[in-house]
């Protein structure tokens, strides 16, 4: 079993950057595909960006794509989401989620897909 924690949320204005971390301990972070989503007040939790256990294949949501980056660095057992050029509409509790696969190159934007969930961490943008 993996346990994921999500750092790096905050109060910051439209225009500005964050960058979220998502720790992995219990086990090697490297055989997951991870994915973050997040959930707004009183909406549902949406997908927001997947990685490859590989690294190599990135998607986005049409909504954050040109302005959010993911990254992994396995060595660390850690995901990135580099947030820039942040929107009120941005502002949500966000969850990075992992999904064991044998597929290198492969990611996944379902939230049923993934195994194990980190307990978010608050993203609030003021305009």
């Known amino acids: 079993q993996v346990q994921l924690v999500e750092s790096g949320g905050g109060l910051v204005q439209a225009g500005d950057s964050l960058r979220l971390s998502c720790a992995a301990s219990?086990?090697?972070?490297?055989?997951?595909?991870v994915g973050w989503f997040r959930q707004a007040p009183e909406k549902e939790r949406e997908f927001v960006s997947t990685?490859?256990?590989?690294?190599?294949?990135?998607y986005y949501a049409d909504s954050v794509k040109g302005r959010f980056t993911i990254s992994r660095d396995n060595a660390k057992n850690t995901v990135y989401l580099q947030m820039n050029s942040l929107y009120p509409e941005d502002t949500a509790v966000y969850y990075c989620?992992?999904?064991?696969?044998?597929?290198?190159?492969?990611?996944?934007?379902?939230?049923?897909?993934?195994?194990?969930w980190g307990q978010g961490t608050q993203v609030t943008v003021s305009s």
């Open positions: 219990g086990r090697s972070f490297s055989p997951y595909a």
């Open positions: 989620a992992a999904k064991h696969t044998y597929f290198s190159s492969n990611y996944y934007s379902n939230e049923k897909e993934y195994d194990y």
């Open positions: 990685i490859s256990r590989s690294g190599t294949g990135t």
